[in-house]
């Protein structure tokens, strides 16, 4: 892959990856899906996450998403591959199942907020955090690039 290519796709995801965050209730999880697709679309990226997930065990139901007094919390785990792979995990459940963001959101206590600043909260809370990684690997592997010619 040249440089120019993984530009184009850090763009793309850039792009891809806003639109997810900024989602609102009328778009319920469309844009989460469409982050997923992306990501599982480009071998790069996919390539990045399996190389992570696959020195994980973490089972995300029982150490990212903690139930408690009826409100979910996140819980961070502190191993990368950790993180990527409950991250990642949960992003599958919750595409697959297409679960309702609204109701997902809504699980997590924020106190009186309005709807579509509740479901940016638990996007950010959530899958921020994917979103860095992939950033942070794409600018590596362009600076390696780079570094190269």
């Known amino acids: 892959m040249d440089l120019r290519e993984l530009r184009k796709i850090s763009f793309e995801f850039r792009r891809i990856s806003s639109d997810m965050l900024n989602s609102i209730s009328d778009d319920n999880n469309a844009y ?33 998403i903690e139930e ?7 819980i961070t785990p502190t191993n990368q591959n950790d993180h990527i792979k409950a991250m990642y995990d949960y992003l599958l459940v919750m595409t ?25 909260f638990y996007l950010n809370r959530v899958f921020l955090p994917l979103v860095h990684y992939i950033n942070d690997f794409l600018i590596e592997e362009m600076l390696s690039l780079d570094e190269k010619k």
């Open 68 to 74: 408690d007094c009826g409100f979910k919390s996140v």
């Open 32 to 64: 989460l899906i469409k982050f997923r697709n992306f990501i599982d679309d480009t071998k790069i990226i996919k390539d990045y996450i399996d190389s992570k997930v696959k020195y994980s065990t973490i089972d995300w139901s029982k150490s990212f």
């Open 96 to 120: 697959d199942r297409n679960k309702s963001l609204n109701g997902e959101a809504f699980d997590f206590h924020l106190g009186r907020c309005k709807v579509n600043e509740r479901i940016q």
